[in-house]
């Protein structure tokens, strides 16, 4: 098939593919994603066979507006819209009680869905025009980095989906913030644009799964259930170097070897002379950091390199969703210095 290049003039075409039980990458302000017709569960099968993606992982459903909630999720909770008038649209993802019309297919069978509602005035036009609401994933082959440009999904999805909707690069970078409102304390799944300290303001305590900050033994199972594949990973070995910027760069420098790549602030740019280095943004601009993780886990996969060093940003606000999707990157193979 030949996946077509859409605009924002497209919107009617878009939807068209959306209702028609078709494949189609959306743009969102978090990372592209592959989206379907999510009350279509040959449609959404389908998503699953395009990324590779393991069948016991489900997915998010995609809604243009708050008052969408009600047709597919019950007993929400007051906490649901207090939300929702804070963050949406926004990079939030809230899992609440479904009711019998979303497919199995959808939530693998769980009888809980997540819900978002996305901060990108075209997909939402799209969404309302299917008058569908849209199951979607990120945009990558299962285990690859997320898409955070359209040229990056079709690297992997080229051929695979009708048609991308591009609308420019993310302005978040990495994925929604995921959190489950059906237990109390709520608990947060997966960190994202919206900071653990901003669901603390509106919700009181939050719980942090044990998910977010270690890998699952072997057997364990993390609330979230794609938490607990191997994610993220370009090719080649990554090692993740925890501590302050000037002491993680020195230590890198002693580690390097020859084929070996760097992720760095923009400061360290010039400290590795013949390596290959990508560089995320200054030390000091997690909301940077964020936007450009995923270019530089994938541009690694476009260079020959044998393994990768990467500074450890900082874990507070958004920082604590780009520590999380570096980490996995590495399969948590981290030096604490
Ligand atoms: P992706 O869209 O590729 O970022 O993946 C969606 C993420 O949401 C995965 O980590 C899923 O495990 C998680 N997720 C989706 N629905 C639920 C649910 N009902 N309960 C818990 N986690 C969910
Ligand atoms: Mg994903």
Known sequence: METQRLTAHDIERAAGILTSGGLLGIPTETVYGLGAN?????????????KGRP??????????????????????????????????PGPLTMILPRKPIVPDAVTAGLDTVGM?????????????????????????????????????MLEDMDGKIEAILDDGPCAVGVESTIID???????????????????????????????VRRLMAPGEQPKAPGMKYRHYAPKAPVTVVKG????????????LQQGSGVICFDEFKDSF???????????????????????????FDHLDVTDIWAQSPSDEGIGLAVTNRLNKAAGFHIVEL
């Open 38 to 50: 999510g009350l279509n569960p040959d449609a959404v099968h389908a998503i699953f066979e395009a």
């Open 181 to 211: 409102l059906t237990v109390i304390p709520p608990r947060l799944l997966r960190p994202g644009g919206v900071t653990l300290e901003e669901l603390e303001e509106t919700l009181g305590e939050v719980e942090v799964d044990e998910a």
């Open 116 to 152: 978002r509602c996305p901060d990108c005035a075209v997909t939402r036009a799209v969404i309302t025009a299917a008058d569908v609401p849209v199951a979607a994933p990120s945009g990558n082959t299962s285990g690859r980095p997320s898409p955070t440009t359209a040229a990056a």
């Open 273 to 299: 002379p013949d390596h290959p280095v990508e560089t995320i943004g200054p030390a000091a601009d997690p909301a940077a950091q964020a936007r450009h993780i995923f270019e530089a886990l994938r541009a």
């Open 55 to 88: 069948q016991d992982n489900p997915l998010i459903l995609h809604i243009p507006t708050e008052d969408w909630l009600e047709r597919y999720c019950e007993d929400i909770p007051a906490t649901a819209y207090a939300l929702a008038a804070r963050f949406w």
């Open 244 to 255: 302050e910027p000037s002491c993680t760069a020195a230590y890198i420098q002693l580690k």
